[in-house]
Each structure stands twice: as structure tokens, then as C-alpha cells.
């Protein structure tokens, strides 16, 4: 069995392809009201979906995808839900990505070819991958251990930026509002090893 099947065997079904930038985002609908990315991403396992600026109420993802750019004040408003230190949250915003070139739009679950698919995978599937990832390609996934911003910044972006397998254990938020369960990892795999 080739990598790409074995990969497919390990994320399941509960996955979603993202494109940045498509140019047949008049194929899709945006959301009825501004919502967080993560919602989006468990919203587009059902139906695909197109989102831009003005459609994330979230100012960790608009952050991730370069649409806001004051970390103090994101900084704050995490440490206030949270009561993380500041400082701690000023430092962890220093290795969670930003996509810098200008972003128009975000393809969710579409069937064009992604730039990263995002999957919901039980943990006794987490070594099989690492393992997997390790024998073909002689790399570890890249993990941040964040309690924020997992969906947005610390999967679909760092993905995205890094070309690398990423891994996140979810945050809270994504945990009350997208309803990611709470046995669930979530898994970046960047469209180049989707097509080795």
C-alpha cells in the first residue's frame, strides 16, 4: 500500500480540504453570518463553503491569515478568557504563523486541489502517522503545544507556511464553538504529500 493510501486510511472520514486564494470562489457560498474559522472547518465537512475577512469573528484567525495585526490586544483578550500570563501568549504569537501575502479568500471542502487537508483523528492514529510520516519522509510533524488558536493558526497556517504534517491537541474555543469532540486530534497534511 502506497503513502498516500495509508494516509487516507489513518485520517478517516472526517477531514476537509482548504484552498487559499481560489479562483472559482464564485462557486461557493460564504456564510450567512460571521463565525470562527474553526466552526467553518466543521461546517465545511458537510457542505464546502467560502469565507473572507469580513466572514471570521475570530481575532485569532483573522491574525493567522494576516487580516489583524495587533498581538497585544489579541494577546489581552486571550489572557482574560484564559488567565494565561501575557507574557507567555506574547511569546507562543512569536511561533504561531501568519500567512503575510494578501489573502482574498478560503475555500472549505471543496474537490479542487487544497493547499492543506485538515482531519479530526482519534489519538490511537496519531503514532501510526508520525511513524508513517518518519519512514517516507524522515521528518516529524511539527507540534505546538497552544492552548489557542489551534484550528486557524497552529494547523491550517503553519501547514500551509511550513509544507509539513502539524498536529494540534484543539483549544477550548475550538472545542465549544466548532464542536470538535474531545477525543479528536487535528491533523494538517499539506497538498504536496497528498500527491506524492
Do not use: W
Request: with cysteine; proline share 6%.
Amino acid at each position: 500500500m502506497n503513502f498516500l493510501n495509508q494516509i487516507q486510511n489513518l485520517l478517516g472520514e472526517r477531514q476537509t480540504n482548504i484552498t487559499i486564494n481560489s479562483l472559482q470562489y464564485s462557486n461557493y457560498n460564504s456564510p450567512k453570518k460571521p463565525i470562527r474559522f474553526c466552526e467553518a472547518v466543521v461546517d465545511s465537512l458537510h457542505s464546502p463553503l467560502m469565507i473572507r475577512k469580513d466572514d471570521i469573528n475570530c481575532l485569532g484567525a483573522q491574525r493567522s491569515f494576516g487580516f489583524y495585526q495587533d498581538d497585544k490586544k489579541l494577546a489581552a483578550q486571550i489572557s482574560e478568557e484564559s488567565n494565561i500570563p501575557l507574557r507567555f501568549i506574547l511569546n507562543a504569537l512569536n511561533e504561531i504563523p501568519v500567512i503575510t501575502n494578501p489573502v482574498k479568500n478560503i475555500i472549505l471542502g471543496s474537490s479542487e486541489k487544497p493547499d492543506v487537508t485538515i482531519a479530526f483523528v482519534k489519538p490511537n492514529k496519531i503514532t501510526q502517522l508520525i511513524l508513517l510520516y518518519a519512514e517516507y519522509f524522515e521528518e516529524k510533524p511539527l507540534i505546538l503545544p497552544y492552548y489557542f488558536m489551534s484550528v486557524c493558526g497552529i494547523i491550517a497556517v503553519q501547514t500551509y507556511k511550513t509544507d509539513k504534517i502539524c498536529i494540534s491537541f484543539a483549544c477550548p474555543a475550538s472545542h465549544k464553538f466548532a464542536g470538535i469532540l474531545e477525543d479528536e486530534v487535528i491533523v494538517g497534511i499539506p497538498n504536496s504529500l497528498l500527491n506524492y
